[in-house]
């Protein structure tokens, strides 16, 4: 199976893509990109016309150099091998042009929307929103455990969890969301063909739960100089997110933080700070325009598939600009409390909850079994089943039959 | 008005009309790289130099000779004139690559090959594609494999390219498994360039089926260009002779009487190897050409200079020696076996008589060529059971697995295990790719399976093209129309010139006896090598002394180059001991005799001072009696003292070499302390491990040289 691309995304990939190589030719940048796609949708042109070269000279009146652009869309060659790489690696490619370009992109960033994503794995994720977990580059374990724990309860309530790069958030978030069997967007800026056949991903994507995507080529050389753009396309593809906030100075090397300030309009957004005193600058600046603290309390209080934090309409949009104040971007409007129901995929999981309730003090197999109307070979299944979970913890002191089970209280988080 | 800057004439010129027109500059350059002042183009070379400057795309369907290179060349020519970037070409075969230069630089243009046997010149090739300085780049398509063409080479290009030239197009619809499997990938990089870009693609054979494949290919709207294939100075004869013996007799008969020089093919490069050795044993100059001719391409390129200087007769090839390699005087094509459909067979008579005016084109066949075409075609997919072992080595490994890795891993040979990543990879979306030097699974492994539809309707193909073979050779009326009619040319008319036009043989068939006898005995008493291995498959076979140095053999433990009596089941001895070692409780003295007649002619030194032999697997006293009467022939003592340490598998049941070396890493023992050197006897060697790892616990033991001497050498590819 080969895609055959469209005339538009040709040109886009043609004039924006990086296609790999140390040349001084310099594919479009993003305010370039904006530049000449106003002034085709100013003279009623697409992207396609620009194969012909009289359309080409006329758009050097956009302000870019008719020479660069004859120069990049005489990469047609180059740019055949790279498609045809690409997609052999199981990478397809969606312009800005194509049906398949998230809606929700070009309504949150507008501008900022980037003109290429090319991605692997279940695309169709990349429409349903979700919840990003974001966060500097270097955290320490307490607060990497926030960011698993989290990912784990979205995944829990069949959130999709969206992380952006391979730094320690983003391996938590994930990791924690695919034991959760949840499912994830991965944004990436680059080694977007080697994540995917790591061989936990490529389980996930043969299951449709887990899509990279990145906004650079996987033959660009400078991938990590478009590195802010994976923090960016994450919250334009998000409907809430969490940041957790490192201490003292920090690196964020996706932007994560920036991206939440830039992409946040309409959105719910949360910070975790801990109980450090020394909160990050960034993260205060997050706090200071109206994002919510996700405490420790609030957390542990929470911590069941029900309690998701839940968009709520008194919750102010941070950034907002004046002419979309009182709007709820619909993308927001299409979640309520309803959506957010725990969605068992079995019924262990369905059957987990009720284990939990009755578990509060210590029960035995006897008595889950009358309270719970079960059979005992069953029950035995799932408790053995919850306590290798970590749900449940056994009493290992009982004598065999006597065995009692209650909620494992390690599971709360470290503070 | 459409004008060009000064070319190298310091010419102006215009599409339309006028004294120097496009055509005008286009027929100089014409003029020059054939150097004759007067020359002018031929039907559709003009037509289709002029569409491809205009960016539109062309196929050329024109027989060998006709003159392809120059459309592409001359077009070059013109648009690096214009200002637009070099042009690449993919090209199947190095000979022929070889050739595009010099026409090429007959134009003043620059070109370059960058393949895997120039390694050494890539950066060089980087540095002048960056400067510009490099107007004609070429690669064979297994370089497209290869991430660093695409991801390093190709962004180096200052200006862009400005012409694809896809080079025997007919590739991209041979659905290329047995060919050039890279092809595939020609077709998807093709449609995913945008179609602003001129491409033009060539070949000298395709039928009707073939035009239209290509064309779905590269674009309905494509210009086809498409002439006769008629070939005025060849003459055709087919000539019945089965017995492999009486050809050999045939060829040292008739190759001396034939003119000027000619190509011999095969099907096999073991055929090949033994009609090289068999007609210069009677004094031909003939050498063998096939896919692992010496080292690297330099070799096979030498071969190529030779032929072309003269300085051979005969060149044996196979298939490897085909498309591309032009010598326009070559007298004669030669097929010692029928080649799989008419499309080959024309491609490779092509060869013959381009420059002169007159050449033979003679096919013979033997009782192998149905099995050997059932080979082939067996073999042109692994099985899906194969497939589904590999990829699920592949996916449960995190990481990737390289190829000894994969060998280590899965019971097969590794021409299976390469040849199933290579189809695998060639798949989009592939269900495994390489990273690096590690083979990794995709999503998509979990669930690939090959397309049974698609192999029955290629295996169908195969089956009526040689089908189609057949009927040549029994073809009664004219041979050239009757190639012409098989790959659609409506041309097609009685050439006057063939066998079956003229009622008469072109060149005499009768072989006398002498001469068959003497091809018998030749294949009779073909000795092989056996060559020492150097290197462990995998660290740390055992922890037995011979294997600490991990992948290196310690030169302290090696054997020396040995010999073979013959092959399994090759016609010659082998036959016999294949006969003796299932059905007779020993090997016959007379096996002995030639043993001994072997080793006195071979008189290897230092000469060996006793000897052992490898204890049977199977207990049978085939090998213990052979070298005790062998050794007592040669009045040198026989100690067995390499003994059974542990069970084993038959070598021939395992597929790779990782599998075979570590079946009998811990098989034997030599308990004895040894000295002196000392003949190492075996029945059958099937990779040579049981040798090697005997061999070292010989030489570990105590012992001075280990020459191995095996009846019978049974290749096993991989």
Redesign the interface.
Known sequence: ??N??S?DT??TL?LCAD?????TLRPLIQTEYIQLASWLAVKDLRFAHL??DAYLQDAAACGLAYGRLR?LM????????????W????VWIISRSDSAYPKRLRTVLEHSAPPLLFGS?HQALLHAGGFAILGPDSLSAPRELIARKSAALAACSDRTVITAGHYRVADASVAAAREAGGKVIRVLADKL??K?????A??A??AKRLVHVSTCSP?ARSAMLHAAEAGLVSIGLADQALYVSGTGIVVDTYGSATAMKQGGSGKSFFVWTGKSKDVSGDAQQLLDRGAELWSDEQVKLDWHPLAMPVQSTDTVPMAETPEKAGQLPPAVQEHTSTDLKPKAQNVYEAVLPILRTHCEKPRSVDELSELLDVQKGQLKKWLRQSVRDGVLSKDEKSTRGSEKYEINRQESLPM | MDTIPSGSAGIVASLDSGPKTLKDVAEQYLRDIVGNASATFRDGQWESIELIIKKKRVLVVQRTGWGKTMVYCIATKILRDRGEGPSLMVSPLLALMRNQIRAAESLGLVARMFIGSNYNEWGDIEKELAQDKTDLLMITPERLAHGRFVRRTLPRITGNLGLLIIDEAHCISDWGHDFRPDYRRIQRVQSAIPRNVPIVATTATANNRVVEDVRDQLGRNIAVHRGSLVRKSLRLQTITMPDAKARLGWLAQAVPQLGGSGIIYTLTRKDSDLVADWLASNGIRARSYHGSSGRGDNTREELEQALLNNDLKVLVATVALGMGFDKPDLGFIIHYQRPPSVIHYYQQVGRAGRGIAEAFGLLLWGTEDDRIAEYFMDNAFPEQEKIRSILAALNEADGGLTLKEIEAAVNLKRSIIEKTLKLLALESPAPVIQVGRAWTAREEASDYQIDPEYITRLREIREAEQVQMQNYMNHQDCLMAFLQTALDDGTADNCGRCRNCLGQDLVPVYVPQSLVHQARQFILNRARHIFPRREWPTPLLSDHAIHSDEECISVGFRAVRGRALGGWRDGGWGDLVWRERQFEAQYSPRLVEVAVQLLRQWNPYPRPQWVTTVPSRRGTQHVGAFAQAFAATLKLPYIPVVERANACRPQSEMKNHVQRAANVANAFAVPAHCRGDVLLIDDVSVSGWTLTTVAALLRHAGCGSVRPLVLVKRDLAG
């Open positions: 199976m080969f055959k691309l005339d040709n040109v043609l296609l790999g190589g140390k040349g194969m012909e120069q005489g990469r047609g060659i180059q740019l055949g091998f790279c498609v045809e790489e997609q052999r690696s199981g794995g063909i080697h995917s056949v790591e061989k936990s490529r389980r994507i043969a033959s």
